[in-house]
């Protein structure tokens, strides 16, 4: 067992000498709303390190394309000392799941590991269960680099994370238990950034600046609301402009 970001607002070399205005209107703008039944939230803890994962990849891949299903492949850095350092692995993610670890109880944490709202899914494979109804209202608005997210009240302290998320990704692994391998990666965690605790029956407005880069493959931006105490999700949406 191994243990937002800013977007481009045009790809050509151009771009740069284009007018204010035309700059202005070539950024997105979209909004997303949370439904009563949220998605499923299923997090997948991988490293390009380890030789177990890559089934575990490959599987999440299969959940594309899913609106009932929010997928996040968080890559930890424990790997990298077997001599191949993981692009997408951050101390940030790396400590989501020893956070969760404690908050479990769980006695380590370890590769491929997967979470289904909240909990160990050590039989993971098939479809995840839907997650219960949520009275947690939640809406995402972006006009251009900035995006917005309003959480309405819930019956319980909560908290959150941002996460940008990416799908098209693969590496050429040249050390490490896969080295000679090709691994290919959806729903990439790429910025993760959570959010403290505010009191029951408070609304919050939350804000994020996505981070620019040029060439991605399809990105999504996603907020989760989870309870402040248990971290199990409660309402989520994910924003895909």
């Known amino acids: 067992m191994t243990p937002i970001t800013h977007l481009t607002l045009a790809t050509c070399m151009g771009a740069a000498l284009l007018p204010t205005a035309a700059l202005a209107a070539a950024a997105p703008s ?19 390190g380890c030789s ?56 380590y944490v370890y590769t491929p590991q997967v979470l289904q709202n909240g909990r160990d899914w050590r039989d993971w494979g098939g479809m995840p269960t839907p997650a219960p109804a949520s009275a947690v209202r939640l809406a995402l608005q972006r006009d251009g ?32 238990e896969n080295a000679g391998r090709t691994l290919v990666h ?10 403290d605790a505010w009191p029951a029956q408070s609304t919050r407005q939350l804000s994020l600046s996505v981070p620019p880069t040029a060439g991605t493959p399809a990105r999504r931006i996603v907020f989760v609301v989870t309870d402040a105490v248990s971290q199990r999700p409660l309402q989520a949406v994910a924003l895909g402009c």
């Open 30 to 48: 979209c909004s997303a709303r949370a439904s009563e039944r949220p998605p499923a939230i299923v997090e997948l803890y991988t490293s390009e």
């Open 52 to 107: 177990s994962c890559p089934p575990a990849d490959r599987w999440l891949s299969n959940l594309k394309g899913r609106d009932d299903v929010i997928a996040l492949a968080f890559h930890v850095n424990y790997w990298d000392q077997l001599g191949w350092p993981d692009r997408f692995a951050t101390a940030a993610t790396t400590e989501r799941q020893r956070q969760l670890q404690r908050t479990n109880g769980a006695p």
């Open 145 to 176: 680099n900035a995006v917005t997210a309003s959480v309405g009240p819930g019956a319980q302290p909560m908290a959150g994370y941002w996460a940008v998320v990416e799908d098209g990704h693969s590496s050429r692994v040249r050390a490490g």
């Open 186 to 195: 959806d729903h990439v965690v790429t910025l993760y950034r959570p959010v």
